[in-house]
């Protein structure tokens, strides 16, 4: 996926219809959704290898750009029968006027399968974990992640997952599954609108999936943790919020370099609530630093 960010400013209001005249000043690109959490990964100083799927289009020759820029390691399949995901963000001093997509959510070819297969069969011995960003666009499909999670687990290697409301059924026995608010709602039946129907949610979704780790992200509200020693609320850590955007990205990146780091499940859930709490102080997607994340630890340590 690429973010795209056209940046500029507003000083009237358009004379053919009710909206702002944005004034274009700037525009880059940035990483965005698996890429994300992989310029995450490396932000952080892990080594990590990305697998995705792009198009032959314009957006696709700028994703492996963008990429090769920040020195990410990757293979980007091409699809020339899709666009390749792109959200082009329109942002006016520090506020989004409109957001476009491109996209297709239409399920990858078993030509194109085989090949991601193959691409993580190739290089899953080198790493200690996989991670599965999934946004639904098409490339893990049921058939992707159930072969995806047997190679794992038969290479006793955790895996950590971002799970879209329609396929979070597919992970079983997984180490870590952060699903939000709406999409534990979605596996639930029902609206979760209070700290016990969470509580339940969250444990009968981990019993069901039989994971290790439940993580209910909750936005503002923070997150809830649930895993063998119980139900633990671990509230945000942001100073203050500028933008959401790529918080989730965040939250499972740092989660899983602290697991395979060695950290607890509730000391890599306080980890990851505090670099999600760096990235929204932030316009725009921007990854986790060392530095914030330590900056933002001082502060918090600070009497």
Request: hydrophobic share 40%.
């Amino acid at each position: 996926m690429l973010d795209t960010y056209i940046w500029g400013s507003v000083s009237r209001i358009s004379p053919e219809a009710p909206v702002p005249v944005v004034t274009m000043e700037q525009k880059d690109h940035r990483p965005g959704g698996a890429a994300n959490v992989a310029y995450n990964l490396h932000s952080l100083g892990a080594d990590v290898f990305l697998v995705g799927v792009s198009g032959t289009d314009i957006a696709g020759r700028q994703l492996e750009n963008t990429l090769s820029s920040y020195e990410i390691p990757h293979q980007i399949l091409q699809d020339d029968t899709r666009p390749t995901t792109e959200k082009i963000r329109v942002i006016a001093g520090s506020q989004h006027v409109v957001r476009l997509d491109k996209e297709s959510t239409v399920p990858l070819s078993d030509k194109l399968i085989a090949k991601v297969l193959a691409q993580v069969v190739g290089a899953i011995e080198k790493y200690d974990g996989l991670v599965f960003q999934d946004y639904h666009k098409g490339t893990l499909t049921r058939q992707v992640i159930q072969q995806l999670c047997t190679l794992a687990r038969n290479r006793r290697c955790p895996i950590f997952v971002d799970p879209k409301s329609d396929h979070l059924d597919s992970f079983k026995g997984v180490s870590l599954i952060k699903p939000n608010l709406n999409e534990a709602e979605h596996f639930a039946g029902h609206p979760l609108s209070t700290d016990e129907e969470i509580s339940a949610a969250g444990h009968d979704l981990r019993e069901r999936l039989e994971a290790e780790v439940v993580l209910i992200t909750r936005g503002p509200k923070g997150m809830d943790l649930f895993d063998s020693e119980g139900y633990h609320r671990i509230p945000t850590r942001a100073r203050q919020v500028s933008d959401v955007c790529g918080a989730g990205d965040t939250v499972v990146s740092t989660y899983a370099l602290a697991s395979v780091s060695g950290a607890s499940p509730r000391e890599a859930a306080e980890l990851a609530n505090f670099a999600a709490g760096t990235v929204v102080e932030e316009i725009g997607v921007v990854p986790v630093s060392p530095e914030k994340l330590e900056e933002l630890l001082l502060h918090h340590a600070m009497p």
